[in-house]
């Protein structure tokens, strides 16, 4: 089992920056690729952005350029955390942590671990 948790959303002005964590622990050694979906109310909810052990990213255009994904794998670690900048009322969600073993099972929103969420609030 793996056990995800996200921390750092929070309010902030139109064209701002947030930065998001999601530590993963427990059996983290089945963990290869790791992603962020976010969800607003009454819509879907949609890939933000992940990456892979090895660096491999993806990001929805909607959020290209103002979006990095990042990973610390490294001494035991295991946490992806998503630097949001030029934020726009839009990016309002609230935002999850995803992980699986295989990169495509985050892509399609099917990855077996789920963090709790963090609520960004993007005010204009």
């Known amino acids: 089992q793996v056990q995800l948790v996200e921390s750092g959303g929070g309010l902030v002005q139109a064209g701002g920056s947030l930065r998001l964590s999601c530590a993963a622990s427990?059996?983290?050694?089945?963990?290869?690729?790791m992603g962020w979906y976010r969800q607003a109310p009454g819509k879907q909810r949609e890939l933000v952005a992940a990456?892979?052990?090895?660096?491999?990213?993806?990001?929805a255009d909607s959020v290209k350029g103002r979006f990095t994904i990042s990973r610390d794998n490294a001494n035991a670690k295991n946490t992806v955390d998503l630097q949001m900048n030029s934020l726009k009322p839009e990016d309002t969600a609230v935002y999850y942590c995803?992980?699986?073993?295989?990169?495509?099972?985050?892509?399609?929103?099917?990855?077996?671990?789920w963090g709790q969420g963090t609520q960004v609030t993007v005010s204009s």
């Open positions: 995803n992980a699986h073993r295989v990169l495509r099972a985050v892509l399609s929103g099917t990855g077996d671990y």
């Open positions: 427990g059996s983290i050694f089945s963990i290869n690729a």
């Open positions: 990456i892979t052990s090895g660096g491999t990213t993806n990001y």
